[in-house]
């Protein structure tokens, strides 16, 4: 499976930004996919992971009640939806699949991972 993330871009403090991580090569449906994010000169920190089935959802605290998580399977895409974006979002935004069991929050236990995408949230 190839990951293709995309929807970063520059907003302000406050505002919403929806980011996109296109799967392709093999129905993303099996698949529980994450969100992690790198802010310069700091190390990757996860942020949301979704189950195969788009049932279940774990978030970092930081993000908790402003970012959803969300998946269209018959899109093979998954959705970070941000709002309420701080300064301290700011950051490079990477997908990535985990092929072990739901909820895995290391990044090292990530199998397969996008490009990334930058987020800048200006104050």
């Known amino acids: 499976v190839q990951l293709q993330a995309s929807g970063g871009g520059l907003v302000q403090a406050g505002g919403s930004l929806r980011l996109s991580c296109a799967a392709s090569?093999?129905?993303?449906?099996?698949?529980?996919m994450g969100w992690f994010r790198q802010a310069p000169g700091k190390e990757r920190e996860f942020v949301a992971i979704?189950?195969?089935?788009?049932?279940?959802?774990v978030y970092a605290d930081s993000v908790k009640g402003r970012f959803t998580i969300f998946r269209d399977n018959a899109k093979n895409t998954v959705y970070l939806q941000m709002n309420s974006l701080k300064p301290e979002d700011t950051a490079v935004y990477y997908c990535?699949?985990?092929?072990?069991?739901?909820?895995?929050?290391?990044?090292?236990?990530?199998?397969?991972w996008g490009q990334g995408t930058l987020v800048t949230v200006s104050s």
């Open positions: 990535a699949v985990v092929l072990g069991l739901f909820g895995v929050t290391e990044s090292a236990k990530y199998d397969v």
């Open positions: 090569g093999r129905t993303a449906s099996v698949y529980h």
């Open positions: 979704i189950s195969a089935s788009g049932r279940s959802t």
